[in-house]
């Protein structure tokens, strides 16, 4: 099992981190804000064409060699992670990113709301969180 890229999303759809976990998996800068931006528009785009009320938009892309797997918070930023198709467990892996980041990036006084995340601990964090879910997969 992998995990191959995490990148978070801001409420306007603009990139504001981006992290590959895999030589695999590098993409570079523009595709990284494409994707972004493509993301943001189709889970847009799902919530308002969806027939089931309260949807809030698409949470897992599967493909035949990855998935990608998305959790919006309440305030409208995106964590799209992708893994492997066998990877288990990740709703609950994009939770802890989650809490992550709200302990370092939105607790640091520095960081300026829906701008680029420029924080090393959240970095270190996120790959130990990382490193220890591979650990335990297998």
């Known amino acids: 099992m992998s995990v191959y890229s995490l990148y978070v999303i801001n409420k306007s759809g603009g990139l504001i981190f981006s992290r590959d976990f895999t030589e695999a998996a590098r993409v570079d800068t523009n595709d990284s804000l494409r994707l972004a931006s493509i993301w943001h528009s189709l889970h847009a785009i799902a919530s308002q064409l969806s027939p089931v009320p309260g949807c809030t938009g698409i949470e897992l892309l599967e493909a035949d060699s990855f998935n990608l797997h998305c959790f919006q ?55 130990q969180l990382i490193r220890r879910y591979l650990q335990q997969a297998t």
Do not use: W
């Open 73 to 127: 918070t309440l305030t409208g930023t995106k964590f799209l992670l992708v893994v492997d198709p066998h990877a288990s467990f990740i709703p609950t892996l994009l939770q802890r990113i989650y809490e992550i980041y709200s302990d370092y990036v939105m607790k640091n006084p520095f960081y300026e709301t829906e701008q680029v995340i420029k924080c090393e601990l959240f970095d270190e964090a996120v790959e």
